[in-house]
């Protein structure tokens, strides 16, 4: 096979024209995890890793909102623990850096669409003025 060097720009736009012309790619565009996708840009989907041992701990798109807690960044693993130790598990985490405040609605709306029971999410500021946030949803074991 002959290996063919193309400009950056061009590797990242050739997949795209083509998958929008409605030709096939050998890559995959299927997305990696099965978690639901919301409407509206809400980007945690996107960064959500789901936990394989929880699935089938959740009833989807649930009509209540899931209890949110905003946890200082060094309670987030004792404040876990406390709620692994009442039964909860935990479905999956999303991280990701930002410059901004905690996204409460995304998170409880996002919550829902998993079927969260409980949402831990803590937000710190790093040196460089960006924030890291971490957001956690449990739902109730069964």
Request: net charge neutral.
């Amino acid at each position: 096979m002959t290996r063919v060097h193309l400009p950056r720009l061009l590797l990242i736009a050739a997949p795209l024209i083509l998958l929008t012309a409605g030709v096939r790619t050998s890559a995959s565009t299927q997305p990696t995890s099965t978690t639901p996708a919301l409407s509206y840009g809400n980007f945690l989907p996107n960064c959500y890793k789901v936990n394989p041992t929880a699935i089938g701990y959740s009833a989807s798109n649930k009509s209540i909102d899931p209890l949110y807690f905003l946890v200082d960044w060094n309670e987030v693993a004792s404040t876990q623990t406390t709620y692994f130790n009442q039964g909860y598990v935990l479905l999956g985490h999303c991280d990701f850096g930002d410059g901004g405040i905690p996204l409460r609605e995304d998170a409880i709306e996002y919550g829902k669409q998993l079927g969260a029971d409980l949402i831990i999410y803590a937000a710190q500021t790093n040196s460089d003025g960006r924030a890291d946030h971490y957001v956690a949803f449990l739902a109730k074991g069964k």
